[in-house]
């Protein structure tokens, strides 16, 4: 499993350092859409400090429970959700729900940090069978044109090998899926151009079940 950042040394300064901008509120509404989340149970899945679990509770009438492994991140969760915002100390590898109990999962940059294959079994275990999974992710593309790759060479290497391309996601989503037939369909999103932004253009990738078992997979690709 990958190594994680330590979280809770940066919970305190974390939303500072990571502002909400106009980019962020663009890929969210794709998301939103795309996951048909308003008004849907939804597990916010490495829930962090609560910014998707508020946005979407606020934004998208959403009812949100939000589990982290990571007290700090918790704590400050905390002081950020609305008070209808359940929250939870947990793993994406062993989540503390029962089975089927949620409309929509999201994993909003949490996928290259966790064990991936366990995780996506327990996501599908804890959604209803015509539930859907959003993930959001960088495109490993990305890495080899960002800005800082001249002062920090390694960067691009590492960073590729952290996060899942879209194959891998399909792998591993089909696996987590079988026996399931599914069929899968390309959305694309673009953010308005011409800003400097931190996420920046994106797509989904839905997976979508044809059978018995008809959980959807998107996996939102964010490309900064």
Sequence with gaps: MPEAPDFGRLAPEYDRLRPVDDNWREIFDMVAREGDLRGRRVLDCGCGTGRLSQALAES???KVWGVDPEPEM???ATGNVPAGVGLKPGRAEDLPFRDAWFERAV????????????AF???RRVLADDGRLVIVTFDPEHFGEFWLD???PSM???DRARFPDADELRDELGRAASPASV???IHSAHPSRGKRRSSGSSS???RRSTCSSRTSWHAARNLP
Excluded: K, N
């Design 121 to 123: 079994a327990e996501l």
């Design 107 to 118: 994993m909003w940059l949490v996928c290259h940090l966790v064990d991936r294959p366990t």
């Design 60 to 62: 998208e009438a959403s």
């Design 74 to 76: 918790l704590r400050v």
């Design 183 to 185: 069929s899968y369909g």
């Design 150 to 152: 001249p002062y920090f």
């Design 156 to 158: 691009q290497e590492i």
């Design 204 to 206: 989904v990738i839905s």
